[in-house]
């Protein structure tokens, strides 16, 4: 009778099932959704007892590592492959590289990478066509012990693929930290928001310029809008139910006949590409990630004062392009809009990226057109960085804000000044703002012309008292005033003998309150006194 066999069931007949041959590899195939090769596969095993039928590997896995057998287990599978593989070359097959599973456990048996080797020497397959995916979680066991295996593997000439990319909540530091050849991003751990995931924005930036060199398989991809979102964004390699279950041996040697597999030239960095269709494959999972927990992000390129947008986010469409759909981003010049003082401003924060190699930031204004609000002006501000170069050709990252408000803001608040300030021009006044944060005092014009003030006074009132202005003897009595103005009075006044010729001046204060009734700012006037 075909069931689930129980921990005690599936212990007792190890050693039997290894002799016997229960434990059975299972194939799935990796294929690049660009132009439907297969590029490689992963080994998956299987457990089929004579009796009990298929057991999946989420039933004994955790079983075999809980008694410490899967060691044994994860070796019988990796020679199963090589096996396999040697009779794929014995009989003119050309194998694809195929990944097995090295678990955490595998992990902490300090001499298994030698076993793996010893197998792989014993059937004499070529290392490129075997690969070792780890596993994120097996971080546990501690980073040099990760390390050390990644770089015994390396030295036998493994390459070492992450597997379960984006499961944990250490993935980024933990790519940063090793040397890993290829990520595999599991689409099921990426689906549904993980935008409260951390990391700040320039640190993940910083580890993106390693992440770009590392190539993306996505796997658990089940439709083909996934996979058709993941070439969008420039992961071409799929692994999961959209093309194929993992299949059987025979299965398996059939998909390997049919399906074209001739090696592709893979894995194209960008720095040594001129071909810049290919570059994508990288980095643009950058995009995916970052998409799910920073702001507005672009990837653009740059090349001798022509730029072409490659990449954007859901939220850089939102923020700064008035909502506009992604593909009608990428197809416009980014320099459309922009006032020829803002891409200057721009291509100059490019260069200094270039020269430097460090973030960059400018402030730019654009004009954009949205359905919902018609044209509009924003002020977008980048900060940008160099993220690869292949020839002539740099790739930038941008994180942009939308700064328009406070640009608003801090026009709106020159306008008011310069409004004040002209406006005692016009009345015999003389007039003045007192800002209490800052200790700063802002004459009128006519403060500016006739007493010969500049426009900003820091450390007010010390400086009119120092100057003459004011005299010293009613210096107690003027800061007396300020300090209960700050503290919230509402105003205050008297008459004060201003200048070394002592004219007697009617000096007025009144505050101004912020929403909350903090103190803001005071407004004083001084006129001179007729009669
Ligand atoms: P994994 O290494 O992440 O393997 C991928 C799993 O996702 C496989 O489950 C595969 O059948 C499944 N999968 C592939 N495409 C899709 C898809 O489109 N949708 C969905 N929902 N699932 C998909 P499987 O074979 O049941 O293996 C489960 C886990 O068991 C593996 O996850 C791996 O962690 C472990 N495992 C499998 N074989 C081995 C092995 O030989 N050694 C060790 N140590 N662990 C293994
Ligand atoms: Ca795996
Ligand atoms: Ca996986």
Redesign the pocket.
């Known amino acids: 009778m075909e069931r689930k066999m129980t921990p005690q069931e599936l212990t007792g007949c190890f050693d039997e099932a290894l002799e016997k041959g229960y434990i059975l590899?299972?194939y799935?195939p990796q294929i690049n959704h660009s132009t439907g090769r297969m590029v490689g596969a992963?080994?998956?095993?299987?457990f089929k007892h004579p009796e009990f039928g298929i057991q999946?590997?989420?039933d004994f896995?955790p079983v075999f590592?809980e008694n410490g057998l899967?060691v044994r287990?994860?070796l019988n599978?990796f020679e199963q492959v090589c096996r396999f593989q040697k009779k794929c070359l014995q009989e003119g097959l050309s194998p694809v590289p195929i990944s097995?599973?090295?678990?955490r456990?595998?992990i902490l048996e300090s001499d298994y990478v030698d076993r793996l080797e010893e197998i792989r020497k014993k059937y004499d397959i070529p290392v490129d066509f075997l690969r070792i995916?780890i596993?994120e979680s097996s971080a546990i066991a501690g980073m040099d012990v990760m390390t050390n295996a990644i770089d015994k593997l390396h030295a036998y000439g493994y390459l070492v693929e992450m597997?379960?990319f984006g499961s944990g909540y250490s993935s980024l530091n933990v790519l940063k930290d090793l040397d890993i050849d290829m990520i595999?991003l599991?689409?099921?751990f990426l689906s549904g928001d993980v935008g409260g995931r951390g990391g700040t924005i320039i640190s993940s930036v910083v580890q993106m310029s390693k992440w770009l060199e590392t190539p993306v398989i996505a796997?658990?991809?089940?439709t083909s809008s996934q996979a058709d979102y993941m070439r969008s964004i420039g992961c071409n390699y799929i692994?999961?139910?959209?093309y194929s279950?993992?299949v059987p041996e025979a299965e398996f040697v059939e998909k390997l006949k049919i399906l074209d597999h001739s090696p592709e030239t893979p894995l194209t960095r960008f720095e040594d590409s001129s071909d810049a269709g290919r570059f994508w494959d990288p980095e643009s999972i950058e995009t995916l990630i970052f998409s799910n927990f920073v702001g507005p992000a672009a990837i653009f390129t740059y090349t001798n004062g022509h730029a072409s947008i490659m990449r954007v986010n859901q939220k850089y469409a939102k923020e700064v392009c008035g909502g506009a759909k992604v593909s009608e981003i990428l197809n416009t010049d980014p320099w459309d809009g922009m006032t020829d003082n803002g891409r200057a401003e721009y291509e100059d924060a490019i260069k200094r990226a270039i020269e430097t190699g460090e973030e960059t930031e400018c402030d730019c204004w654009r004009e954009i057109h949205s359905d919902c609000c018609g044209d509009d002006k924003i002020c977008v501000r980048s900060n940008i960085r160099v993220i690869g170069k292949a020839g002539e050709q740099y790739l930038f990252y941008a994180m942009v804000r939308n700064v328009t408000a406070e640009k608003k803001r801090f026009d709106d608040y020159r306008q008011a000044e310069r409004l004040f300030r002209a406006a005692f021009d016009q009345v015999d006044m003389y007039a003045w703002e007192y800002i209490f944060k800052t200790h700063e005092m802002h004459p009128c014009f006519r403060c500016m012309r006739e007493l010969g003030l500049p426009p900003v006074i820091k450390n007010y009132p010390a400086p009119v008292f120092e100057s003459g202005l004011f005299p010293m003897d009613y210096r107690d009595m003027y800061y007396e005033w300020l300090k209960d103005l700050e503290e919230g009075a509402e105003s205050r006044e008297g008459i004060i003998p201003l200048t070394v010729g002592r004219i007697p001046f009617h000096v007025r204060y009144t505050t101004e309150f912020d929403e909350n009734g903090k103190p803001l700012k005071a407004y004083g006037s001084a006129t001179l006194v007729t009669e």
């Open positions: 590899v299972y799935q992963e080994a998956l095993m299987r999946y590997p989420n896995i590592e899967i287990a994860d599978v097995a599973n090295m678990s456990h595998d995916e596993t597997d379960d595999k599991d689409m099921r796997e658990g991809v089940e692994q999961g139910y959209l279950k993992p």
